[in-house]
């Protein structure tokens, strides 16, 4: 757009063109922003004449954004917020008259962490604020959240998404679960070689791929004996306390369940990477009052946990 008159520049085209970043389908960002189907694709032909580039391909049911799509995106995006906060309400957002739903994508580890503390507020501060949490993984939160499956992501988060926000919300190392008279949790007893030996159960939250423990156990030419997966944390208490198993997981978590259930949370024999869990959310809530009360009402008891 270098050498174009800025007041030549409908605003409107920067709208269509966030929206359609935003859902990359022109009937969805037609919906998003009130117009036709018709008239977001007469408004993409003006976008692709004024930045000279295809912006969007067609790919499928969708459409990819080019790469010059992807690098005006955070500054077209950033423009347009400051827009809309200028244009907002002055009024102050009261979350004690609040009337509102949200809904939280994570698993169920960070809800067990998050979600008692974060309640608790709410019944203080916000009593008509109504959550609902939706069952995610690392893999596919981030599309489930871009797609609008969610308002709010504690996840943690590897590559970035062009059109979510997101702030660390606490670190996380992994330590080791097992019942408390197992062989394995004699101080010494954990060597790398019996951790590989020992039978495993783990939570199937990865999404598609290897999960680290694997992948560093292949490094050292091991590989553990995984004798149980389900979906979620909470049978694992269950299954640990009857069973020989061992199951390495976030040490918070560990650490809720050891105090809980009966069992202990010892050192994993492995340099655990330091996994950061992130509050996440898209550019279609960033301004809203309410969810950015909510958001910081999250960080808040994040902080604590």
């Known amino acids: 757009m270098s050498g174009k008159n800025l007041s030549a520049v409908d605003l409107n085209l920067l709208v269509a063109f966030d929206a359609l970043l935003a859902e990359r389908n022109v009937t969805r960002a037609a919906e998003r922003i009130g117009l036709t189907q018709p008239a977001v694709s007469k408004a993409l032909g003006r976008l692709r004449a004024l930045f000279d580039d295809e912006l969007f391909i067609r790919r499928g049911r969708g459409m990819e954004p080019t790469a010059k799509a992807r690098a005006l995106g955070d500054s077209v995006r950033r423009a347009l917020d400051e827009i809309r906060g200028s244009l907002g309400s002055p009024a102050g957002f009261d979350p004690a008259y609040a009337r509102a739903g949200a809904s939280i994508g994570s698993v169920d580890f960070f809800d067990a962490l998050i979600l008692p503390p974060l309640l608790a507020r709410l019944g203080r501060e916000a009593p008509g604020i109504a959550l609902r949490t939706v069952a995610t993984d690392r893999a596919q939160g981030p599309l489930l959240l871009a797609e609008g499956a969610f308002d709010i992501g504690i996840l943690p988060m590897g590559d970035?998404?062009?059109?979510?926000?997101?702030?660390?919300?606490?670190?996380?190392?992994?330590?080791?679960?097992?019942?408390?008279?197992?062989p394995l949790a004699r101080p010494?007893?954990?060597?790398?070689?019996?951790f590989a030996q020992a039978g495993h159960a783990k939570v199937g939250i990865e999404g598609r791929g290897v999960a680290w423990v694997d992948s560093?156990?292949?490094?050292?030419?091991l590989q553990r004996r995984v004798m149980l997966t389900v979906p979620s944390f909470l049978s694992l208490p269950f299954v640990l306390g009857a069973t020989d198993l061992i199951s390495t997981m976030p040490?918070?978590?560990?650490?809720l369940l050891a105090d809980s259930a009966g069992i202990v949370a010892v050192e994993t024999p492995l340099e655990a990477p330091r996994m950061v869990i992130h509050l996440v959310w898209h550019a279609r809530t960033h301004r809203d009052p309410m969810q950015v009360w909510l958001r910081q009402a999250i960080k808040s008891v994040g902080d604590g946990v």
Request: net charge positive; hydrophobic share 45%.
């Open 251 to 255: 040490g918070r978590l560990g650490r």
């Open 188 to 194: 010494g007893k954990l060597t790398l070689e019996a």
């Open 216 to 221: 560093m156990l292949a490094a050292r030419g």
């Open 160 to 182: 970035m998404v062009h059109d979510l926000y997101a702030e660390p919300l606490f670190a996380e190392r992994a330590l080791t679960l097992m019942r408390k008279n197992h």
